[in-house]
């Protein structure tokens, strides 16, 4: 459902032109550097919550998906400091093309807000995958990747015309409303009674 909702919204942007497909492209591969971590300690979460679940132990469960939290907030916020304020330096490694640079810019200072929220989405949902909540994150991820980077993202970027900076802000605000949720849902602790 995420990867359809990707090509949906990549289709959004293809609609901006050539400039606007190198700007967005660009921008994920300047960004990716950040979803190594953010990945690593979700598979962390992962793995602990499952670990420690299987244990019976609840608490070191409960434990290991905040402390997987903690860290890739910690690491993924100086990143996003570093794309915020050094936006050009991570863009021209890949461009020289002073309108590709323009727009990129502006797009990884958009994301770069978004890196505590986006590293919150992924280990919270790893930790909640660890505990066998996999319909939780589906549907959770369905919706919003639908119904907020899709759709918001058409509304900003096209009926709007804002371009790529409303399709940009559309995907940050996706990973913010599924960081939240999975962070509640993980607070809640209803992942510590399903049955696997």
């Known amino acids: 459902m995420f990867r ?14 050539t400039v606007m497909i190198a700007a967005h492209k660009i921008t994920i591969t300047a960004e990716s550097i950040s979803f190594m971590p953010g990945w690593g300690f979700a598979l962390a979460a992962t793995t602990l919550v499952g670990q420690y679940l299987g244990a019976e132990d609840k608490d070191n469960a409960k434990r290991g998906g905040y402390t997987a939290g ?18 050009e330096m991570f863009i ?11 727009y990129a810019v502006i797009c990884l200072r958009i994301v770069a807000v978004a890196q505590p929220l986006l590293a919150i989405a992924m280990v919270f949902a790893g930790a909640l995958r660890g505990a066998g909540d996999t319909k939780t994150v ?13 759709g918001l993202g058409y509304f900003l970027a096209i009926t709007l015309g804002y ?8 995907m940050v605000l996706d990973f913010g409303i599924r960081g939240i949720a999975f962070l509640l849902l993980f607070k809640r602790g209803g992942w510590q009674n399903i049955e696997v």
Do not use: C, N
């Open 138 to 150: 589906l549907i959770t991820t369905g919706v919003t990747s639908w119904v907020v980077r899709v």
């Open 4 to 17: 359809s909702a990707q090509l949906a919204f990549f289709r959004i942007v293809a609609s901006l032109g």
């Open 92 to 102: 021209k490694i890949f461009t020289k093309d002073p309108e590709i640079i323009h």
């Open 163 to 170: 371009g790529l900076t409303g399709a940009w802000i559309a």
């Open 70 to 87: 903690y860290m890739a907030v910690a690491i993924m916020s100086v990143l996003g400091v570093l794309f915020f304020f050094f936006p």
